[in-house]
């Protein structure tokens, strides 16, 4: 069964950083692409990152571009997402994704993990 599991998620003051994780089982982890999307309180879920875990090709969405990078351990199947000079506005449930490299770029998945709660407060 593939398996996605985000994790990392915290409260943290705005400037700060946290780091997560999407940790992946049950596909061959380099043909595929990871995405990392945020969804907050009556807003519509926005991809915020994703990276072919194939050729490393990678992309961020304008909210988050310069302040979040999206780095990959084929060793361990797992996807990080560092995210650094946090604002309250970054404050949403964080999931990661999975798909080929053309659907995660239109936001189309076919595996969804359980979210983190990201909490950036003023």
């Known amino acids: 069964d593939v398996q996605l599991q985000a994790s990392g998620g915290g409260l943290v003051q705005a400037g700060g950083s946290l780091r997560l994780s999407c940790a992946t089982s049950?596909?061959?982890?380099?043909?595929?692409?990871i995405g990392w999307f945020r969804q907050a309180p009556g807003k519509e879920r926005e991809r915020i990152s994703c990276?072919?875990?194939?050729?490393?090709?990678?992309k961020y969405g304008d909210s988050v571009k310069g302040r979040f990078t999206i780095s990959t351990d084929s060793r361990k199947n797992t996807v990080y997402l560092q995210m650094n000079s946090l604002k309250p506005e970054d404050t949403a449930v964080y999931y990661c994704?999975?798909?080929?490299?053309?659907?995660?770029?239109?936001?189309?998945?076919?595996?969804w993990g359980k979210g983190t709660q990201v909490t950036v407060s003023s």
């Open positions: 990276i072919n875990s194939y050729d490393r090709s990678i």
């Open positions: 994704a999975q798909g080929n490299w053309g659907k995660i770029n239109r936001s189309m998945v076919d595996y």
């Open positions: 049950g596909f061959t982890f380099d043909d595929y692409a």
